[in-house]
């Protein structure tokens, strides 16, 4: 998730990546993603094991924000909402 290209960055896991955008869209918590503002999905992977999935998180929050930035911008250069369309 992130702000707006090259903007402030979250990175997170969930069992219901729908239902998660929503809530960041929505503020429902207020958190460090309601403070900046945070509701584009601009990347995301699906793992079939919880565990998995924890283990990238964990992998990517470790990495430069270069390395983070090349990641999103390899599939999605302009860092466009990936669920523009999914709440209308």
């Known amino acids: 998730m992130a702000s707006k290209k090259n903007g402030t960055t ?3 896991v969930t069992s219901d990546l729908f239902a998660r955008v ?3 869209k929505n503020k429902t918590y207020k958190g460090f993603s309601a403070k900046y503002d945070v509701n584009i999905l601009v ?6 094991r919880i565990e998995d999935a924890i283990n990238r998180e964990k ?4 990495w430069s924000r270069k390395k983070k930035t090349d990641l999103i911008e390899k599939d999605n250069y302009n860092w466009e909402d990936l669920s523009l369309e999914w709440y209308v």
């Open 22 to 24: 929503w809530q960041h």
């Open 59 to 62: 992998q990517l929050k470790g």
């Open 43 to 48: 990347y995301y992977e699906e793992y079939g």
């Open 10 to 12: 979250y990175i997170g």
